[in-house]
C-alpha cells in the first residue's frame, strides 16, 4: 500500500529550465510534507518543506506546492542547475513522527 | 559541527549472521529513527527511539531490534540475516518532530 507516489521515475531537464517533480498521496491524515535530494552513497538531504495549512512554500531557486483537495504536491526548480541532478524523494508526516517516502524521481539536468 | 555519523559505512555478512549498525545523532537532538532503503526504492520506516524509549515501529519482523543509549546514540540490530536484508540503512536524528537530518547510510550486503 504506496500511500507516497512519485510516477515519474526519470525526468530530463534542460539547463536553465523550469524542473517540475510531482508527489500525490492518499492519506488525509498527512499533515506535513518534505522534499529530499539524494546523491549516491550518501543520505537523503533536506530541501523544502510545507505544512498541511498552506499552499505555497518558496526558498530561493525550490517552491512547493500543495493542492490539498486534489492531494498533489509538486517541486518547482527554477532555473534548473547541473547540480541539481539527483534523486528526490517527496515525503510525508502524519502526527507520528514517521516519514513515509515516495519512490523517487531521477532528475537529469542537461547542460 | 558533526551530523549524524553512522558506522560502518559498508558491511558484508552471510545469511544466517547477525549485524549491528551503528549511529551518533546531531549534537542535541534526542530523537533517532532508522530506515531501510532497498534499491529502487524509497526509505522506509523501521523504529524511532526518543529519550531511550521506542516512539515507533514500521512494518519489520522481530528480527530487527534497535536501542537507544542515554548519550542519544542509537544501534540497529538484525539477527538471522537474509539476502532481502541487503539495502542501505539510513539514520536520522531530529531536535523537533518536522526536522529530520540524515545520516551517510551504511550499505549492507548479505551474501
Known amino acids: 500500500d504506496q500511500q507516497v507516489k512519485q510516477n515519474s521515475p526519470s525526468l530530463s531537464v534542460q539547463e536553465g529550465r523550469i524542473s517540475i517533480l510531482n508527489c500525490d498521496y492518499t492519506n488525509s491524515m498527512f499533515d506535513y510534507f518534505l522534499w529530499y535530494k539524494k546523491y549516491p552513497a550518501e543520505g537523503p538531504t533536506f530541501l523544502i518543506s510545507i505544512s498541511s495549512i498552506k499552499d505555497k512554500n518558496e526558498d530561493g531557486r525550490f517552491t512547493v506546492f500543495l493542492n490539498k483537495s486534489a492531494k498533489h504536491l509538486s517541486l518547482h526548480i527554477v532555473p534548473s542547475q547541473p547540480g541539481d541532478s539527483a534523486v528526490y524523494f517527496c515525503a510525508a508526516l502524519g502526527g507520528n513522527e514517521k516519514l513515509t517516502f515516495g519512490t523517487g524521481t531521477r532528475l537529469t539536468i542537461i547542460p | 559541527d558533526a551530523g549524524v555519523t553512522q558506522s560502518p559505512t559498508h558491511l558484508i555478512k552471510t545469511r544466517g549472521q547477525h549485524v549491528t549498525l551503528r549511529c551518533s545523532p546531531i549534537s542535541g537532538h534526542k530523537s533517532v529513527s532508522w530506515y531501510q532503503q532497498v534499491l529502487g526504492q524509497g526509505p522506509q520506516f523501521i523504529f524511532q527511539?526518543?529519550?531511550?524509549?521506542?516512539?515507533g515501529r514500521g512494518n519489520f519482523p522481530d528480527r530487527f531490534s534497535a536501542r537507544q543509549f542515554p548519550n542519544y546514540s542509537s544501534e540497529l540490530n538484525v539477527n538471522a540475516l537474509l539476502l532481502g536484508d541487503s539495502a542501505l540503512y539510513l539514520c536520522?536524528?531530529?531536535?523537533?518532530?518536522?526536522?529530520?537530518?540524515f545520516g551517510s547510510g551504511t550499505r549492507l550486503t548479505v551474501v
Open positions: 527511539y526518543y529519550e531511550k524509549e521506542e516512539r
Open positions: 536520522a536524528s531530529s531536535f523537533v518532530s518536522t526536522g529530520y537530518t
